[in-house]
């Protein structure tokens, strides 16, 4: 079985990751399932966490550095709305 996701030129070609934090469990467990049936473009891109900050963090930081991502997100950058 295989699932065509129709995305051959579209966004994953232009995205290096794509996070999905805070999301509910029933949409953490959608993306694994369909994650061994999607193109590997997909699978190596998008990514779903539920309410763990703790994951989720650690998985950001792989990808981005920490003075890129804001305090809520695990980082250290601060913005005009950071105290």
Request: charge should be positive; proline fraction near 7%.
């Amino acid at each position: 079985m295989e699932i065509r996701f129709g995305m051959k030129s579209g966004l994953l070609k232009f995205v290096s990751f794509l996070y999905f934090c805070k999301v509910p469990r029933f949409a953490v467990s959608f993306v694994d399932v369909l994650k061994p049936l999607a193109p590997p473009n997909f699978r190596e891109t998008v990514y779903a966490f539920g309410f763990d900050k703790k994951e989720w963090t650690a998985e950001l930081r792989k990808k981005v550095r920490p003075d890129q991502l804001t305090p809520e997100f695990g980082g250290t950058k601060l913005t005009g709305n950071s105290i």
